[in-house]
Every structure is written in C-alpha cells, then in structure tokens.
C-alpha cells in the first residue's frame, strides 16, 4: 500500500509550517490562520511522522485539499504549479521530445527558447523548488528542537530523509537555476537568504551528499526503506548526478567520481525490471527491483494535476484509445518532434508511441495530430485493469531508475573516466538495450549514449540536462522542430543553458543576482 495513503489523513501541518507569496524571504508563516503550526500540533512521534509525509506530498501535490485546493503558494494555479509538472514543462518542452499545442499565457516560449525574467511557468517552478527547501528546514529545525521521544535510531532517520529530500531540491536549483538564495535549518526564519554562487552550491551539495551516502549516516540503506521514502540509494543518484554533470557546474569534471558512486549503487542490490512499460503502469509502485525513488499518485487518495496525472492526460488526445491508457479522456497536449522520433531503432520495444491518423513532422503546433503521441505512461495495471478512477491516475512518477545508473556508468567510460572501463561501460549499456530488444555492444561512441539516453529516459525530466552536457542544447549543431521558435528550428544564445532568476524574487531580494544574459 502507498506511503501517502496510509498516513496522509495525519498530515495537519500541510499548508500552515509554510511558505507565502514571496520567495524571497523563505519565510515560514502560515497561509491558512486554521491550520495548526508547530506549537499545537508536534506532540509526538507520529505528528513528525505526519510533518515528514508533507515535505514529500509537497512534490505530489499543489496544495491540501484536493487537486487544486487550497494551493500551498499563493498567487499561482494550483494545478501548473505542481512541482513534477513545472519540472516537466521547464526540462522536457524546452526539447526535441516534447512540443506542446496549449497557449496558455508564456508556455509556447519554452519550446522556442524565448522566455523571460516573468515567464509565469519558470516563477511557478522556482516557488516550489524553495517552497520545498523551505518545508524540509523548518522540519530540521523543529525535530532537532524537540523533547518528544522517538523509538530507536528514529528521529535520526527523518532528519535524514529530510535532508536527502532538500538535497534533491538544491539539485534541481544548482541544473536549471545557477546561482540561487540559499538557506537551510540554521538561518533565523524570517532572514532574507544570501545568494550562493554555483560552484559553492555544488560544494555544499558533494558535502552534504557524501555526509548522506556515508556508512555512519542514518539515511536507511539502498532498497530497506518503505516504499515512496527515499533512501541512500536516491541519494548516490543525487550525487552521481551531480558528478556527471559537474563540468557544466563548475568547469570541473568529475567523471570518475561518478562512475564510483555508480559502482556502488549496481552493488546495492538493484536491477533492470524484465519489462519495459510496466515502469509506467498504474501498479508501477511493484517495479522495486529498478525504481529507486518515486513520486507517488492515486486516484482516489493523493489526487494532482501534475505529475504523472498530468503526463497521461497531457499525451493523450485526438482520436487516442483512451480506454487503453486507462482514463475518461484526453487534453490533446503534447507530442514528440520528429527528429527525436528517428533516434528509435526499428524493433526497439521502448518506442510506445500512437501514430494512427497524426503525421511525423508538426507543421502546426497547435495542431494535436501534428507529431506523433505518447503512450509510455498508463493507467493501466500489469494485468491489464484500469485504475481505480478514469479522472485521476494511480501511477507513480519514477523519480529515480536503476537503467540511469548503468547509462551513466557507460557515459563516464566512454568520457574516460579511470574508475571504469570500456568493458564495464559496454556491459552496462548492453543490459539497458537488451530488455528493449535490441543487440549488446562491445563499443560504442558518445553519440550513441546520448540517443540511448533519450529512448530510455523520456518524458523522465532528463532531457534537456542531457543536451545541454553534450552541447547540442542552445547549439545549431542538432536542430528540432520549432526549437528557438522556427519550424526547421535554428540555435540560440548560450544564456539559455540556464533559466533566470524571476522577477519576483530578485526585486524581494537584494542579495541575487540575475544570471548573465537576461
């Protein structure tokens, strides 16, 4: 049974611990004055249990009560501002696997690389990337604070966790953001945040990370924690994937330390999950032998707009068999270009597209028929039953898999790294081609990483870190369609490796710094 349905009932500290309208200040005050704070409602072990449960429902939902209700940052629609969905818009619209056909306020500007200091999507992502940072410190400081007594290695445990959570959030800030307000347990609440430049956030990262992964931390070991809780294997993924894209960061690459940490997650007991699609059914929470951390949805009890629920919807449209993805019916959203269409192999079972009655290349992006359309994430349990509702999906976002693992151990051996070898690389990348029904391979190049990356990892919020590391981001070097807003596509300024610091939170604070370009 899912983490959140069994004690997301407890959770009473959801809106009011939190957040507001201004970022800025990362303040903790209550939005909601009928909510209880912190002094009336931690009374016992339970309670912090029920406050731990909120800083991960806060990656799952937008709010409270229900799927648009009561949003916890004010100011923004609940159901775009969900924390996976503006992950979604910000790494996957920006890309060759994902062109979107709603004109919903600055959304077409992500495709075609035109966005700006006010773009409403990239401000409704930042809020929740601090917004959670904000949950997870004051969750720190409250349990530290404490007199309630906890059974064994407990309290330890949820600080870990809590840590490891903010971690993940920190990551996420230091790959689309940069240079960043930090604040963490031991800032008064309140203080306005300094600005931590990249480098120095990628240090505290790598600190806090090896600190987590340690054999002296009490993060739970890799595969021991409960279902939809992270462990130390989610957090040697942070840490890999900090390290594999650490010359982006800092200058500096840090290849071999990445193939280490991935070294060690194959050795924790993980592997490949025989079949493909059911990582992305609506039973995908039995897949524990690959998924390593997920976001969890269900149709009746944790209920969004985002996340999976809004991938299912968002692919689905037209004259789409939406009794086969297992809902009422489509939003007719988002299809892939053509250009990432041809990096499939012919026989390569990952290629779970719908291309009846829709044409390859998008001369309309309004047009839904216009690119072929997703069918990777379902509705639909292993054994071919739908979910429990057709209005909301039960399947959870796999945040982290083991196939990463072994494509970035192939990468880092192919970029020479001395922790690896070319054999170790190959044999990684074999046993990811293999489940998708295509040969193994003694050599191989960074190009057919790169392709390999995409057939596997897409619609996974990988994609546009993955360009931007191989340099074909910004670059005229791979072009797609209606990349930098023409249909043939074309390059554009190198600023847009990184998205701005918003409007909003540079006038509230006077210690940021916009980022070069904008």
């Known amino acids: 049974m899912k983490l959140y349905k069994k004690i997301l009932g407890m959770v009473v500290l959801s809106a009011g611990m939190l957040t507001t309208s201004c970022v800025g200040d990362l303040d903790v005050t209550p939005i909601d004055p009928n909510t209880n704070t912190a002094n009336s409602a931690l009374n016992d072990a339970s309670d912090f249990r029920a406050f731990l449960a909120q800083c991960y429902c806060g990656f799952a939902t937008s709010g409270s009560y229900g799927p648009n209700g009561n949003n916890n940052i004010s100011g923004l629609d609940g159901g775009q501002s969900q924390y996976f969905r503006g992950l979604f818009h910000l790494n996957e619209y920006t890309t060759d ?9 600055t959304i077409q500007d992500l495709h075609g690389m035109a966005w700006t200091t006010s773009d409403t999507f990239i401000y409704a992502l930042y809020s929740r990337i601090f917004y959670q940072i904000a949950m997870c410190n004051e969750f720190i400081r409250q349990i530290n604070a404490t007199s309630v007594q906890f059974e064994g290695n407990t309290k330890e445990e949820f600080i870990a966790e809590a840590r490891t959570l903010r971690a993940l959030c920190y990551y996420h800030a230091i790959d689309m953001f940069g240079n960043v307000p930090f604040s963490d347990e031991n800032d008064p609440i309140g203080a306005t945040p300094e600005r931590i430049t990249r480098a120095d956030l990628f240090t505290w990262l790598e600190t806090e990370l090896t600190e987590l992964t340690s054999d002296e931390s009490a993060l739970v070991e890799a595969r021991q924690n409960e279902y939809g809780r992270i462990d130390k294997g989610g957090a040697r993924m942070i840490l890999a994937k900090l390290y594999l894209n650490a010359e982006v960061y800092t200058g500096t690459p840090r290849y071999d330390d990445c193939a280490t940490i991935c070294k060690q997650i194959q050795s924790s007991g993980y592997s490949l999950h025989p079949d493909y699609q059911e990582l992305f059914l609506a039973d995908n929470n039995n897949c524990t032998d ?29 004259d789409m068999p939406v009794a086969e993805v297992g809902i009422g019916s489509g939003w007719g959203g988002f299809r892939m ?17 719908y291309t009846e009655g829709h044409q390859k290349e998008i001369d309309d992006v309004a047009t839904f028929e216009h690119g072929y359309a997703y069918m990777k994430f379902k509705n639909i349990n292993s054994d071919g039953t739908p979910g429990q509702s057709t209005g909301f999906v039960d399947t959870d976002f796999p945040v982290f898999r083991y196939a990463d693992a072994l494509l970035m151990l192939a990468e880092c051996a192919v970029r020479g790294a001395s922790t690896t070898n070319m054999t170790e690389g190959a044999n990684a990348l074999s046993q990811v081609r293999q489940r998708a029904g295509l040969s193994a391979v003694t050599t191989y190049t960074l190009d057919d990483i790169l392709k390999e990356r995409g057939c596997e990892l897409y619609l996974e919020c990988w994609r546009r870190s993955d360009l931007i590391r191989f340099g074909l981001f910004t670059s005229s070097s791979y072009l797609w369609a209606w990349k930098g807003g023409l249909k043939e ?13 918003p409007d909003n939170d540079l006038n509230a604070n006077p210690n940021l710094t916009q980022n070069p370009g904008y």
């Not at 270009?337 to 597209?353: M, N, V």
């Open 337 to 353: 270009t053509g250009e990432f269409y041809d990096t499939f192999a012919a026989g390569d079972k990952r290629a779970i597209f």
């Open 97 to 105: 696997e994902a062109v979107v056909g709603w004109n919903d306020q």
């Open 489 to 501: 596509g074309r390059g554009v300024d190198d600023h847009y490796n990184l998205f701005p610091i």
């Open 290 to 318: 690959e998924i390593m951390f997920a976001i969890e949805q269900d149709g009746v009890n944790t209920q969004s707009y985002g996340v999976t629920n809004f991938i299912i919807f968002g692919a689905t449209g037209g």
